[in-house]
């Protein structure tokens, strides 16, 4: 893996973190409750209509939008990804399936979680995050991809 740094950008993304950090912590303190991507649309699927419906589908929404909204003032960056559907849609299955079984996903735990201290997120995350260094392990240098 090269790394390119031409193109490296540390403010923008030191300014993305932080944001992120931001929106998790306000969303907490308004809400009460943690901006746990999984959570949030795995409380959509599977259920009836309630109460917390409107701001689950509000916060969906604004992931959806804000890219959107974005190009408004900038070009999106490319996309590339270098895997067929086949591989993405394995890929997407195994994410939801290890989200079910880790009670959360990467921003409830790793984001959420880790801010609040919590150990059974730190383990989490350490297990998500030596699974991923694994998996690029094996799939670059003993299958050569």
Do not use: K
């Amino acid at each position: 893996m090269n790394m390119d740094w031409n193109h490296f950008t540390p403010w923008t993304a030191l300014l993305g973190g932080m944001l992120i950090g931001l929106a998790a912590a306000g969303f907490v303190l308004v809400n009460g409750r943690i901006a746990g991507i999984s959570g949030i649309l795995g409380g959509l699927l599977g259920t009836r209509p309630g109460p917390d419906w409107s701001w689950r589908i509000a916060f969906i929404g604004g992931l959806v939008i804000a890219p959107l909204a974005y190009q408004l003032f900038a070009a999106l960056p490319p996309a590339q990804i270098e895997a067929g559907w086949p591989v993405l849609v394995i890929a997407g299955l195994l994410t939801g399936i290890g989200t079910r079984y880790g009670s959360g996903c990467t921003s409830g735990h790793g984001v959420c979680g880790l801010s609040r201290l919590s150990p059974r997120s730190l383990v989490a995350t350490l297990s998500f995050m030596g699974a991923g260094f694994a998996t690029v392990f094996v799939i670059r240098h003993l299958f050569g991809a």
